[in-house]
């Protein structure tokens, strides 16, 4: 079956029904793509904003987000407790003081190989980096061009959602890190 070339009017319902039915983000780029004829990225933002405007008017629950690279439908900060309420007999995989200590010296130091991890903390950190690539939240992003050719990793997508950042560069100065 053909789908309908879209009004500029329906492009907005069919792009938020896009986004609700998305349980991951959408890039503006392939929200357009999905559009069709006439959308583009200038025209997903300003359907964006105006599904916001809209959201917000009507005191809505939920507000279209920017996050990892792409739009999510998501719920809005001040019902997080009774979202919460809602999956707390939900399984949570915490991650360990360790891990984060690892993903964070990821996060800042990518690429980064394994044995500059293990020198930043003094431990061994290849179970915790398995660890991390099991839960998706770093990946392979290549190797370096020595000799054995060690395996450089960095952070993925779903670390991105995960922390809800737009993009690495959301990610806090180390200076405003380090207590006063």
């Not at 929200?31 to 005191?59: F, H, I, S």
């Not at 997080?80 to 891990?99: F, G, I, N």
């Not at 993925?156 to 100065?173: A, T, V, Y």
């Amino acid at each position: 079956m053909a789908r309908e070339t879209l009004t500029p009017e329906r492009m907005k319902p069919v792009a938020e029904a896009l986004l609700f039915a998305s349980d991951e983000p959408v890039p503006a780029a392939r929200l357009a793509q999905l559009l069709g004829k006439g959308a583009d990225a200038k025209t997903v933002r300003k359907l964006v904003d105006e599904l916001n405007a809209e959201y917000a008017g009507q005191g809505r629950a939920f507000e279209v987000v920017e996050i990892a690279g792409g739009f999510q439908l998501l719920t809005r900060p001040e019902f997080k407790d009774w979202v919460a309420e809602l999956h707390r007999h939900r399984r949570q995989d915490k991650l360990t003081p360790s891990a984060v200590e690892t993903l964070a010296i990821v996060a800042y130091k990518q690429p980064i190989q394994r044995a500059t991890v293990d020198d930043i903390r003094g431990v061994q950190t290849g179970p915790l980096l398995r660890s991390l690539l099991e839960r998706g939240l770093i990946k392979v992003v290549g190797r370096q061009n020595v000799p054995g050719r060690p395996i450089l990793y960095g952070t993925s997508r779903i670390f991105l959602q995960h922390f809800g950042l737009k993009s690495l560069k959301d990610l806090p100065r180390v200076a405003e890190l380090a207590p006063p």
